[in-house]
């Protein structure tokens, strides 16, 4: 890039470099400082003029793109429904495809009073304070076994001011007392699948779960009956064409109204099921 390039050029240029449109203006907006100017800001000032320190910025954060970082850890924010999280290479990238799993636990959750939600693996976060903003009386927990994911998402806590409780555990190996939902976006990424490689800036451990991809998901089924009240419900989001396993999982497990839900793609992207209300006990 020349010292001259207009803020038009840049995205031109950017453009032909193979980067999506949309990435380009998010990291441009990032590179000269109004990372919350949005879209229509760049349309009404394209033709202003980048600093060379600007067009440097650029130019190393496209190198970055290119090579498969995230958009939101050259950022270090991703908004998920509606909250601005920050976020780095600790944690994965939100997703708005697990946006379906809250809106399915905010139905659960809905006309009840002070439910209890636990949120499995919570990274940055991103469920357990999207359901705490939206059903302000709950108590949600969230749950990591990495520490530094759970620093990650302290830090988000505190910044949103949403009273979250953090407890560092494999799955609920480490949980105390039942809740009315259990929610997790688990690792459900088979250990040889294709599309790894283009992951390979997020956390492996955090994406991939056997030789199935479903190992961490059938230890949450395993683990959540002994934690769910009475006609609780526990919540999973799992890969493309997991829904009809993880459907007979549950079955199994002795969960009923067992069903899935589509994400904006028309893709059954989460699998839930219910204890039954007569349960007297934990189901074995």
Known sequence: MNTSLTLRQALLHAHQLGLERIDAQMLLLHAIGQPGAGR???LTHDDD????????QFAALCAQRLDGVPVAYLTGCKEF?????????RVLDPRP????????????????????????GT???AIALAVQSQHKDAAVTAVDFSQDALDVA??????????????????????????DVIASNPPYIREDDTHMPALRHEPRHALTS??????DIRTIIAQAPAHLKAGGWLLLEHGWDQAQVVQQLLREAGFTEVHSRQDLAGIERCTG?????TASAPIQ
């Open 97 to 120: 495809d697990t946006e379906t799993l809250v809106e399915w636990v905010l139905d659960v959750i809905e006309k009840k009073l002070a439910p209890a939600v636990i949120d499995l």
């Open 40 to 42: 229509a800001w760049l």
């Open 210 to 215: 056997g030789e199935d991809g479903l190992d």
């Open 154 to 179: 302290r830090a988000n806590a505190q910044r949103l001011q949403l009273p979250v409780h953090f407890v560092q555990s494999s799955w609920l190996e480490q949980v105390e007392g039942v809740f």
């Open 81 to 89: 429904f509606g909250l601005p999280l920050q976020v780095d290479a």
């Open 123 to 125: 990274g940055s976060g």
């Open 273 to 277: 099921g219910q204890i039954p209300l």
């Open 49 to 56: 003029a980048l600093t060379p320190a600007q067009q440097a």
